[in-house]
């Protein structure tokens, strides 16, 4: 590993479906130990970034690179969380065996075969459950779970892995306000200790919490620490024309406002 290779350095990603572009050009370098928000509205590319960043899917142009290495070098040191996991409904699988999966990163055989998890890889998911408080679940089947417990299974799984650079997709999509405040404080905990997140939310409101903030829509609209990138201007450009608009409506209003003031201080004279 070169020593100070950041966790995330993108370049120039671009994807496009069915000849669509939907992400152009998307460049960022996230430093250790940041942790980092990514907003934009629905649609705008953010899943898509995430997967083109894990090779899930094929970028049409650019490169990743994490920790100075291409992603097959450092898979174990990555733990993701998609928006929408894909699990197999009717596979038989608790809450505990969910979270145990997280160790099975570390426990890849050089031929690419899974080792048992022993008592180490159990203890280490059953304090991952604790932590997103869901060590009253552990038994149950992870399909009779709420969406918001899922989500929190799901993040135990990643926390558990060990993992040095966590990207999570909407962790707090569907979770209530006050878990939501435990699990970012979770996370938040995470980054002091070193470790890397990379967040897509929705909520614009705890962005100044963050180190870095990537707005995104298709292209990368504003890229820096929130007290510099979260201003009108670049909400407006990210979130399209709509805030222009209702600006423009303000503005047009106190124009009409005093033009009125105008004629009617005229009228008096
Ligand atoms: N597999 C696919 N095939 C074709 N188009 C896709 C596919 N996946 C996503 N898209 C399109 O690409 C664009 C970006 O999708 P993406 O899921 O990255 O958005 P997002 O920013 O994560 O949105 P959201 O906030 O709703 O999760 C959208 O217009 C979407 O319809
Ligand atoms: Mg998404």
């Known amino acids: ?69 291409p992603i097959d070098a450092v898979r174990p040191r990555i733990a993701y969380v998609p928006q929408i996991e894909a699990v197999d409904w009717d596979f038989p699988i608790t809450v505990a065996e969910v979270v145990l999966m997280g160790r099975y990163a570390n426990h890849r055989g050089l031929a690419g075969w899974f080792k048992r998890p022993g008592a180490q890889d159990r203890r280490l998911a059953t304090a991952a459950l604790d932590r997103v408080g869901m060590t009253a679940f552990a038994t149950r089947h992870i399909r009779q779970l709420s969406g918001g417990q899922q989500r929190r299974v799901f993040l135990a799984r990643a926390l558990c892995q060990g993992a040095d650079l966590l990207l999570l997709d909407e962790p707090f999509a569907g979770v209530d306000t006050k878990t939501e405040a435990t699990l970012f404080a979770l996370i938040n905990e995470m980054s002091t200790q070193g470790k890397t997140v990379l967040i897509v939310n929705h909520d614009l409101q705890i962005l100044s919490k963050f180190d870095q903030v990537l707005m995104l829509n298709q292209r990368v609209v504003a890229y820096g620490p929130p007290d510099r990138v979260v201003t009108d201007d670049n909400l407006a450009a990210t979130y399209g024309g709509r805030l222009t608009l209702l600006e423009e409506a303000d503005q047009r209003l106190a124009e009409r406002r005093n033009e009125r003031a105008h004629l009617a201080r005229t009228a008096e004279h």
Do not use: C, E, W
């Open 1 to 69: 590993m070169q020593p100070d290779a950041p966790p995330i350095d993108a370049h120039d990603l671009t994807v496009a479906y069915d000849a669509r572009p939907v992400l152009r050009s998307a460049s960022f370098t996230l430093k250790q130990g940041q942790m980092l928000s990514v907003v934009g509205p629905n649609g705008a590319g953010k899943s898509t970034l995430l997967k083109a960043m894990l090779g899930l899917i094929t970028p049409d142009y650019g490169t990743v690179r994490f920790f100075g290495k």
